[in-house]
C-alpha cells in the first residue's frame, strides 16, 4: 500500500492570444478545469502503473470536491481520508497560459486544512503503509507530523520537497529518500553548507531528477547517472510527479533503488510525450516491451 499525503487542487486554465494589462480585459481561446494539485498528481500516477493507494487529503464542500473525489474512484484510489472541509473552496490554481508561458496563483483553501491534529487521526492508515509518499503544498508542520509518525513505526518515506522550501535538518534523518531536481538539490545542499555530517546524510538520501538527463542517486562518494529514454517533449507538465508516484510503486514492488529510479525515469519520460499532467501519466502496459 502506497500512502500519499498531500494537496488536492482544480487547476483553472486560461489559454490566451493576448496577456492583459492591469485593468484590461481581453478574450481569451478557450478554457478547462484539469485535476492537479502535486499530491493528488503523484497518487494517480502511482495508481495508473497498477499500484494500491490512499490518498489523505481535504477538499471543498463545492462541486470542485465532488468531482475530485469521483476522479480518485475512477482511477482505483481510495478515498476514506479524503474529506469535505465545511464552508471551504477546494483548492485551485489559476492558470494564464500566453505564447507557451504562464502566469499561476494558487489558493490553497481547503488544503490548509489538512493541519497536523489531522494527520494524527490518520496515524493508523499511515502505519499500514509500505511507503509514504509525501510533498510541501500542505502546511510544512503536518508533513513534520507525517514524519515523525512513519519514522516511529519503521514506515518507509518518500520526501518531494517540492515546491522548494528549506526543511529541518531531523527530516531528513525520518526520510528513505529525497527526491529533489536540480535546483532543489543545490539549495538543499546550501542550507547544510558546513555541517559535513548532515551533508553526508542528505547525499546518501538524495535522488536527484535532471529532466531527459535522468536521475542521479550517490553510492557512498560515488555518484550514479541513471539515464532515461530519450523522447520528443510535448509537454512536461507533471513529469517529476510522474517520476515520484512511479518511483514509489517501483519500491513497492521490491526493485532496487537504481531499478526504481530506471522505471520511474521511463514513466516519465512517457508523460512527457502527451499533454497534460494527469492525462499524460502512462498506464503500466506502456512501460512493457
Not at 469521483?70 to 465545511?86: D, L, R
Not at 505564447?99 to 486544512?113: F, L, T
Not at 558546513?194 to 553526508?200: C, I, P, Q
Amino acid at each position: 500500500m502506497i500512502t500519499v499525503l498531500g494537496s488536492i487542487n482544480m487547476d483553472l486554465v486560461t489559454v490566451t492570444k493576448k496577456d492583459p494589462s492591469l485593468g484590461e480585459t481581453v478574450m481569451g481561446e478557450r478554457f478547462s478545469t484539469v485535476p492537479g494539485g502535486k499530491g493528488a498528481n503523484q497518487a494517480i500516477a502511482a495508481a495508473k502503473l497498477g499500484a494500491d493507494v490512499q490518498m489523505i487529503g481535504r477538499v471543498g464542500t463545492d462541486l470542485f470536491g465532488e468531482e475530485y473525489i469521483q476522479h480518485f474512484h475512477k482511477q482505483g484510489i481510495s478515498t476514506a481520508n479524503v474529506e469535505p472541509v465545511t464552508d471551504e473552496k477546494t483548492g485551485i490554481a489559476a492558470i494564464t497560459v500566453y505564447e507557451g508561458d504562464n502566469k499561476i496563483i494558487v489558493v490553497p483553501g481547503a488544503n490548509h486544512h489538512l493541519t497536523p491534529d489531522v494527520v494524527m487521526a490518520h496515524k493508523d492508515d499511515i502505519l499500514q503503509s509500505d511507503w509514504l509518499l509525501l510533498q510541501l503544498e500542505i502546511p510544512l508542520e503536518s508533513v513534520g507530523k507525517a514524519l515523525e509518525i512513519a519514522h516511529e513505526g519503521g514506515v518507509k518515506v518518500i520526501l518531494n520537497p517540492a515546491p522548494f522550501t528549506g526543511i529541518p535538518k531531523e527530516w531528513i534523518g525520518m526520510t528513505t529518500y529525497i527526491t529533489p531536481n536540480e535546483y532543489e538539490a543545490s539549495e538543499l545542499m546550501k542550507l547544510y553548507e558546513g555541517d559535513e555530517e548532515t551533508s553526508v546524510l542528505l547525499r546518501e538520501k538524495l535522488v536527484m531528477t535532471k529532466g531527459p538527463e535522468g536521475v542521479v542517486i550517490f553510492e557512498g562518494d560515488q555518484e550514479v547517472n541513471i539515464p532515461t529514454m530519450k523522447v520528443e517533449a510535448v509537454d512536461t507538465t507533471g513529469a517529476g510527479d510522474t517520476f515520484n508516484g512511479a518511483l514509489a510503486v517501483g519500491l513497492t514492488e521490491g526493485k532496487t533503488l537504481k531499478e526504481a529510479c530506471e522505471f520511474a525515469a521511463k514513466a516519465a519520460a512517457v508523460s512527457v510525450t502527451k499533454f497534460g499532467a494527469q492525462a499524460g501519466m502512462p498506464e503500466r502496459r506502456e512501460l512493457e516491451g
